[in-house]
């Protein structure tokens, strides 16, 4: 673990909890897959952790923000089980707009607390194939989204991405998310 994490109180008590409590969140941690990079909230009591994103890879890129419980499904049973419209984007910083926790005041989006990279391997065209379902893209804020969630064509694309998920034509990992001091959100 990196020296400003041991000799920050607040980041060592977030570390150890993690790792007691056996989420994936304390192991990437632990083993620097995901660096501290600054304090948030009201309080500056809410640590933000990221990764770098892939770059130079073949294959397409998507994000999406969800809260923990999305999370811990999708890192459970390697599937993900968006709520209502539950987007993904190509463009990072779009999803990062919706990490939040509730330290840091602003609601007018739907929270969340982890932003997952999905890695789309080639050949595959997920634009293309989702368009092939019958899904649009949807523009938002200088980004480009699809809706994969029960609020889309009954959630046909939420079906089609977890078969790629399953057969790991899709692959995914954590590369930013929000955590409280004291545990509470």
Known sequence: MSDN??????????????????THEGWAIDRELLQFTRWGGRQNNVGIFEA??????????FYRTM???EFDVL???????????????DT??????????????????????????????EPIDLEAELKQLGLTAKAEEGAMSYGLGPE????????????LLVSRVATWRLVAF???VSGKR
Do not use: C, M
């Open 75 to 89: 890192y459970g049973k390697s599937k993900l089980n968006p709520p209502g419209y539950g987007g993904i984007t």
């Open 67 to 69: 809260k923990k419980t």
């Open 92 to 121: 990072r910083a779009y999803a990062e707009s919706y990490l939040q926790i509730s330290a840091t005041g602003n609601k007018t989006k739907e929270a969340g607390t982890h932003t997952v990279e999905f890695w789309i391997h």
């Open 152 to 163: 889309q064509l009954n959630g046909v694309g939420g079906t089609y991405f977890n078969e």
């Open 178 to 180: 929000l955590e409280n």
């Open 52 to 61: 770098p994103s892939l770059i130079g890879i073949s294959g397409k890129l």
């Open 5 to 22: 994490t041991d000799q920050n109180p607040g980041l060592t008590k977030i570390r150890n909890r993690l790792l007691r409590d056996n």
